[in-house]
């Protein structure tokens, strides 16, 4: 009863190799008539991931087959820092380019409520790991977006981590963030950090975390 829709979303800000970044949309498919969406707002998830060169994967999720049946729209947002397009499509989006991944994630979130497909109301975002930076951010940023975040295992407190070096995995890591000892990486890192640029808004994304 639903179909997959491949579009593209235009950037906001700051293109570079492409103008646009790609989206998968899973829906039903009353809702679409020649790759439009008409049908009423639904409950939407939006998936990201958008770090190390890794494409976002598509396989068959149980989970996410229940929210379709159940009346969601899932979408993927395939956006820079992932390997969707290859080498540049991920160096457009890590180290001094990471804020590219934000950009394009809050571009994609912004597309589903102007075409219609969902509402602030009733978007959730889903990311995990190092995807956890893209919520996080949304979460800082612009809370307004979202209804809510699914958070696994979230890779929010980079700015201490990437600057303590005893631990296993960081020098592995500079490659895809820089290394703050860099006063200039460091201040960029910081200026998205989830950790380091909480708010006190108004407004409040409510959030679910699953740690292992």
Known sequence: NYIVVNK???MSTNK???????ITIVVNKVDMNDGVYIGNPKPCLLVAYGAYGVPLSLAYSIELSELIQRGWIVVYAHIRGGGER???WHDEGRKLNKWNSFNDYYDCAQYLLDSGHT???LLCGMASSAGGLVAGVMINDWPHVFKGFILRNPFIDILNVMMNNNLPLTIHEYDEWGHPKDSQIYEYIKSYSPSHNMKSNDCITNVFISLS
Do not use: M
Not at 16 to 22: G, K, N
């Open 119 to 121: 509402t602030s109301q």
């Open 86 to 88: 290859g080498y540049k």
């Open 8 to 10: 593209y979303v235009n």
């Open 16 to 22: 570079t190799s492409h103008s646009d970044i790609p």
